[in-house]
T-cell receptor, first 114, second 112 residues
Framework: GDSVTQMQGQVTLSEDDFLFINCTYS??????LFWYVQYPGEGPQLLLK?????NKGISRGFEATYDKRTTSFHLQKASVQESDSAVYYC?????????????FGIGTRVLVRP | DAGVTQTPRHEVAEKGQTIILKCEPV?????LFWYRQTKIQGLELLSY????????DGGAFKDRFKAEMLNSSFSTLKIQPTEPKDSAVYLC??????????FGKGTRLTVV
């Protein structure tokens, strides 16, 4: 079945540090790939989305490139701020089903210290 | 526009009780999802409805978990009977066909 593997645990950074979260996926289809972000007390919300292989998604300074060759979709940001502290999920969307089913990675907690 | 609304936000149940969690999707959305969120397993899909029809019922959760869509603007998730291992955050989400999925804030369930 479909699966997503991303680094677990917590990443602790200082403001203006570079953020990198790795993510790889496995599926027999041509998926849409997402990153969702979850702040304390909230549900996950869409950060960025890429539907086509070799394309890059960019949002709020975050970017991720859909690499079909390596089946990866790593998230990065050049300079993080304290407000970026949250849990980040790499997500695979099944666009070949009749619906809109999402498969989530385990999530990576990012803590940015001022 | 109102987002996805879940009630209650917190629920404490004794082992063996029946609990019902409620969800109002975004108006006009025709896909509705229930997820369970735990630190160990992350987000797991419990149920998925499209236009009120059950598309997926989450396999391993069939026994004691039952989700229903009584109409296009209201869904419930019943857990009967509850067990301590059911303690988790239950998230409801909705979307239009193949567009962004919006999540509610979740219901935190504690079973003692």
């Amino acid at each position: 079945g479909d699966s997503v593997t991303q680094m677990q645990g917590q990443v602790t950074l200082s403001e203006d540090d570079f953020l990198f979260i790795n993510c790889t996926y496995s599926t027999t289809w041509y998926p849409t790939l997402f990153w969702y972000v979850q702040y304390p007390g909230e549900g996950p919300q869409l950060l960025l989305k890429v539907t086509t292989a070799n394309n890059k998604g960019i949002s709020r300074g975050f970017e991720a490139t859909y690499d079909k060759r390596t089946t990866s979709f790593h998230l990065q940001k050049a300079s993080v701020q304290e407000s970026d502290s949250a849990v980040y999920y790499c997500v695979l969307g099944d666009t070949n089903s009749a619906g809109n089913k999402l498969t989530f990675g385990i999530g990576t907690r990012v803590l940015v210290r001022p | 526009d109102a987002g996805v609304t879940q009630t209650p936000r917190h629920e404490v149940a004794e082992k063996g009780q029946t609990i019902i969690l409620k969800c109002e999707p975004v108006s006009g959305h025709n896909d509705l999802f229930w997820y369970r969120q735990t630190k160990i397993q992350g987000l797991e899909l419990l149920s998925y409805f499209r236009s009120k029809s059950l598309m997926e019922d989450g396999g391993a959760f069939k026994d004691r978990f039952k989700a229903e869509m009584l109409n296009s603007s209201f869904s419930t998730l019943k857990i009967q009977p509850t067990e301590p291992k059911d303690s988790a955050v239950y998230l409801c989400a909705s979307s239009r066909h193949n567009t962004e999925v919006f999540f509610g804030k979740g219901t935190r369930l504690t079973v003692v």
